[in-house]
């Protein structure tokens, strides 16, 4: 497996490349991980199961779109692939440092700078990608109320239901969701998709992201998922807010944006998460 994987490397590097040392790391529950070395040289290696490739590839192409944007650092992709048994992700390695309030702040700015690039005119993706191990939608639509309440609230009502979790009904649900968003019409920004604590890291006191679920939508959506598991400090939110201001409205919508968020976890892990989106549901809807 390894031999194939350096030989990966080599082809897209053009260079010769062998894996003299590897070590396994810790902190993900989704993929294996690992840290390869050779010839002074380091790369980061996802492995999960072969039929994992498309949510390596999708991870892939997230993580050149975020990089071409040139306002927040994120990990170099170097190639992705299948062996005979395992999928595989080929990145930089990136040896992260301790967190640090400069750093926190330099995120904010950068974040903010990021959504306000608004090349694209709808909400979507070019391609469908995953939230952790949940396949997320993303086809293009102009609206975002309905993006929102369709793909995102509706989605997830559905995959629950179909693993016989029903939090009510879904079409009535996504009407009153579309409604509460009916006002509100954001530009569409590039997101990460994903951006919680466990997703961000600093390298020489600067910010690095990864794990990205990619796609365009309302820039709040990013910026209310950094507050539901593991508020980021009040550095990143006052810089943010110098940078790019939040709309009115943002504190009434957050807790409809991490809804998705919540029923997602609902829906991977089961437990105190079904509570919590019941009473979510509740709060915003009934």
Known sequence: MWQAIADNINSELDTDFRVEDKTQLTGGDINLAFKISGGGRDFFVKLNQREQLEQFETEALGLRTLRQHHCIRVPNVICYGQTIDKAFLVLEYLPLVKESGTGWQQLGQQLALLHQQHEQAMFGFDWDNAIGRTPQPN????????????????????????????????????????????????????????????????????????????????????????????????????????????????????????????????????????IQAQEMIKQQFY
């Open 139 to 274: 086809k293009w639509q102009s609206n975002w109320s309905s993006f929102f309440s369709e793909q995102r609230l509706g989605w997830q009502l559905q995959l629950l239901q179909e693993q016989s979790f029903g939090f009510g009904n879904i079409d009535y649900l996504v009407e009153q969701c579309r409604q509460r968003l009916a006002h509100h019409q954001p530009a569409p920004s590039l997101l990460h998709g994903d951006l919680w604590r466990g997703n961000v890291g600093f390298i020489a006191g600067s910010p690095v992201i990864y794990d990205p679920a990619c796609y365009y939508g309302d820039q709040e959506t990013d910026v209310a998922f950094s507050s539901l598991f593991g508020r980021f400090p009040e550095a990143f939110y006052q810089s943010y807010q110098q940078f790019n201001k939040l709309p009115d409205g943002f504190e009434q919508r957050k807790d409809l944006y991490n809804l998705y968020h919540v029923l997602n976890h609902a829906y991977l892990f089961r437990g105190s998460f079904l």
